[in-house]
């Protein structure tokens, strides 16, 4: 039966994509990024401004993932930016996108789960840092703490390198929360926070709920967090799922929560 469950997810995913090839990329915003603000440059790639100290997590700039078309324009163009740190919360292809870190600069220091301390080297990143779930690293500028994310974070569902990160970010005062990718779970109550980043797409079929969580799921999380804000994202980017962007944006502006922040691709909220 999983067979062929499997067969009509994946038909039905294909003929999505390739559909996407005779469409025209969405164009997108390109506003500034200011001082203590945040940018959702797509999917899970945010770019966080804390005090001119610029942290970018997940960088995934490029215009395809395997057959997966990227269905909107790049606000900007990262590389040419030159960031302080950078996040990666594990290894699927939409998180850690190899091509696009080979074009970035390289004397960003980079935080990894566990498997990517070696690969990060090898693409020329020369100070890379390893946080295992619970662990922080602290710098003069600032504070990054790895979280437990309910997440098979295994690059093709291979090997035994399965941890996702979560991370909470402080500097002066301010705490910014990047779940990365997460299932449902309980480990974020109480979580104090600005403000939560938190996934809302990739839940269709409802077989995916074992490693993603449906937009209500998301703000029920946040719910539990002490947190100011709540910005979506994980989603409007890539088609690698069967759930509308239209739906999980309907059902977020359906909660009717103005601590709810539902910005556009290359759209900068102010903190």
Partial sequence: ??????????????????????????????????????NWYGHA?????LSEILILTDPVSSNKLGFFKRVVEKPFKLEDMKFDYILLSHGHMDHTDFPTLMRLDKNATIIV?????????????KKVI?????????????????LKAEHDGRRFY???DNESNSYLIERNNKKIFFAGDTAYTES????ECDVALMPVGCYKPDRFSYM????????????????????????????ISLEDFNETHNTLVNFNDDSLKIINIGQTYKL
């Fill in 45 to 49: 790639t945010t770019i966080i401004n």
């Fill in 188 to 191: 974020f109550k109480d979580i």
């Fill in 158 to 160: 291979i090997g035994i």
């Fill in 212 to 239: 993603h969580c449906t937009p209500e799921q998301s703000y029920k999380m946040f719910k539990m967090m002490k947190s100011s804000a709540m910005i979506p994202i994980h989603y409007k980017t890539f088609k």
């Fill in 1 to 38: 039966m999983n067979f062929f469950k499997n067969i009509v997810f994946l038909s039905h995913l294909t003929f999505n994509n390739i559909r996407e090839y005779f469409n025209s990329r969405e164009e997108v915003l390109s506003e500034p990024i200011s001082t203590d603000s945040i």
């Fill in 113 to 125: 789960p566990k498997g990517y301390k070696k690969l990060m080297h090898l693409l020329g990143f």
């Fill in 130 to 146: 390893m946080l295992r779930h619970n662990e922080t690293y602290e710098d003069n500028n600032i504070k990054i703490k790895s």
